[in-house]
């Protein structure tokens, strides 16, 4: 079975600055996936980034990057030049290749971006 | 284009009575998912379908709850008879293919409340 844990439950950022949110995920298989989800007050969850285990460049999408560490085990989650809007919880989530697209996500982190 | 409709957004009951959710997927996508998400912890997968087949309902507490998927394209979950531990947040989510990789969108949610 798969588990993914974020051992950091809250986090604060002041705006314009760096923060890395942390997951670590267990698991035997060898073809898999790996996401981080924001979700807002809103609830409704958005795709922040994607990394696919066989690639070993780290994905990036604009202030957004991963720092994929296969044989450890972890998959991190950088932004850049924060901004208020990020203020949401973040979830990291795993997805095997032959699972047919089911998630299993970790606890979250709440992230607070302060002015 | 329209994203995953989920009504109602909020449902207050009490225990041992009944409560149906409904979702609309994005149009075009074959795969959907319910996930059951408890305050302070990140979503679990209830039930998958692939189109109006159930291909995933080995977390689905048979004995109190249910889903279809008349005719592939809606969803219903229902939950009879509630319990308190209930309470949480259903969130629907649909993606166009059934594997891995492929971004799954989510709706807004139901958040039930069992006093």
């Known amino acids: 079975a798969q588990t993914v844990t974020q051992s950091q439950p809250e986090m604060s950022v002041q705006e314009a600055e760096t923060v890395t949110l942390s997951c670590t995920y267990d698991t035997s298989e060898n073809n898999y996936y790996l996401f981080w989800y924001k979700q807002p007050p809103s609830r409704q969850m958005i795709l922040v980034i994607r990394?696919?285990?066989?690639?070993?460049q780290n994905a990036t999408e604009n202030r957004f990057s991963v720092n994929f560490q296969k044989a450890a085990k972890s998959f991190s989650l950088k932004i850049s030049d924060s901004q208020l809007g990020d203020t949401a919880m973040y979830f990291c989530?795993?997805?095997?290749?032959?699972?047919?697209?089911?998630?299993?996500f970790g606890q979250g982190t709440e992230l607070s971006v302060k002015p | 284009e329209a994203g995953v409709a989920q009504s109602p957004r909020y449902k207050i009951i009490e225990k041992r009575q009944s409560v149906a959710f409904w979702c609309n997927p994005i149009s075009g996508h074959a795969t959907l998912y319910w996930y059951q998400q408890i305050l302070g912890q990140g979503p679990k997968l209830l039930i998958q379908?692939?189109?109006?087949?159930?291909?995933?309902d080995s977390q689905l507490p048979k004995d109190r709850f249910s889903a279809e998927r008349l005719k592939g394209v809606d969803s219903t979950l229902k939950i009879q008879p509630a319990k308190l531990e209930d309470s949480a947040v259903y969130l629907c989510?649909?993606?166009?293919?059934?594997?891995?990789?492929?971004?799954?969108?989510f709706g807004q949610g139901t958040r039930l409340t069992v006093v």
């Open positions: 989510a649909s993606s166009f293919l059934r594997q891995g990789g492929t971004e799954a969108f």
């Open positions: 990394q696919e285990a066989y690639k070993q």
């Open positions: 379908f692939q189109n109006n087949g159930v291909v995933d």
């Open positions: 989530a795993f997805q095997a290749d032959n699972q047919g697209g089911k998630l299993i």
